[in-house]
């Protein structure tokens, strides 16, 4: 884990404030104060890279309707399938917690 780094009393402090957002409302203004309009930007459309590599989307889908480059898709295809499996439970919850327009199989 790549966060290993930063383990600490601050990281925990930053992990248990976004735990204690309860909306979607509540996270876009905590993020909205926390980063700029292209870091959060970046943040989604990583997010949705890997919603569409889940979805078995090919490269050529992924660019065109993301408008991301090859190389963050790469880079988020390592971390979904590679990394520590965090995109597929959020996928699952997401599903189960009934947003399927959200998540496809």
Do not use: W
Not at 45 to 51: G, L
């Amino acid at each position: 884990m790549l966060i290993n780094e930063l383990q600490g009393k601050a990281l925990n402090d930053f992990m248990e404030g976004i735990l204690s957002l309860e909306t979607v409302e509540e996270c876009c203004a905590f993020f909205d104060d926390l980063c700029t309009v292209n870091e959060i930007k970046t943040m989604i459309q990583r997010f949705q890279v890997a919603k569409m590599l889940h979805n078995h989307n090919t490269y050529a889908q992924i660019e065109e309707e993301a408008g991301a480059s090859t190389a963050t898709i790469s880079r988020v295809k390592r971390s979904l399938y590679h990394g520590n499996h965090s995109y597929e439970f959020i996928f699952a919850r997401m599903k189960n917690n009934h947003h399927p327009e959200n998540i496809s199989e």
